[in-house]
């Protein structure tokens, strides 16, 4: 079965500081992967999403980046964090194929605090 | 552009008896899916339900069942027999069933449903 899992799962970084916020998938092959954010009391926002290893798309202009250095590696970053950074980050995964194709599936999740 | 809505903020239920979650969705496209997201306290965003638009038979998961109405753009979730453990935010959530790779999901604004012991 498939698994997705993200961390850390709490961080607390002071403005101006770098981010990275790592997620890995299992049990599939080339996943679409996502990273979304949800402020507090709101929905989801897309930030970046990716169809392959190296091919990522922003939906956001903001101060964050995403990398995929593998097929089932995500990465979120960020050179120097603002206030406004903070939030809930959910990465997420789909594929085509079987069952569970065209479904979106989310991670545990990670909450930013900027101070 | 795909837009979500759920129109009621929050409910609140008593414990055995059954709720309707509504969401209404605006599209121009004939094939998508559409799908019900629940996230309790602990903020996971866990699958409750899907349907495929193609089918007209209402999705069934155990206690959780849709009324899907294709023509009215109109997908509500139907909670039977709520349990304390139901508490938690719902999304209604819709995707293309597109050529591209790419599936874009759209969510709605969720709705805060809390069940009373």
């Known amino acids: 079965s498939q698994t997705i899992h993200q961390w850390p799962a709490t961080l607390v970084q002071p403005v101006g500081s770098p981010l990275s916020l790592e997620c890995t998938v299992e049990?599939?092959?080339?996943?679409?992967l996502y990273w979304y954010r949800q402020a507090a009391g709101r929905g989801l926002q897309l930030l970046f999403y990716s169809v392959g290893i190296g091919q990522i798309s922003s939906e956001v202009p903001q101060n964050l980046s995403a990398s995929r250095p593998q097929d089932r590696q995500f990465i979120l970053s960020s050179k120097k964090l603002l206030l406004s950074d903070s939030g809930f980050y959910l990465c997420a995964w789909s594929n085509y194929t079987g069952r569970s194709g065209n479904t979106i599936y989310f991670g545990e999740g990670s909450w930013l605090t900027v101070v | 552009a795909q837009t979500v809505t759920q129109s009621q903020p929050e409910m609140s239920v008593q414990e055995a008896e059954t709720v309707t979650l509504s969401c209404t969705y605006d599209t121009s496209e004939n094939n998508y899916y559409l799908f019900w997201y629940k996230q309790p306290p602990s903020r996971q965003m866990i699958l409750v339900i899907r349907q495929e638009a193609y089918k007209q038979q209402n999705a069934t998961e155990n206690r959780f069942s849709v009324n899907f109405q294709k023509a009215a753009k109109s997908f509500s979730l139907k909670i039977s027999d709520s349990q304390l453990g139901d508490t938690a935010m719902y999304f209604c959530a819709f995707m293309k069933q597109d050529k591209r790779r790419f599936n874009d999901m759209r969510f709605g604004a969720g709705t805060r449903l809390t069940v009373k012991p």
């Open positions: 049990g599939t092959s080339n996943p679409n």
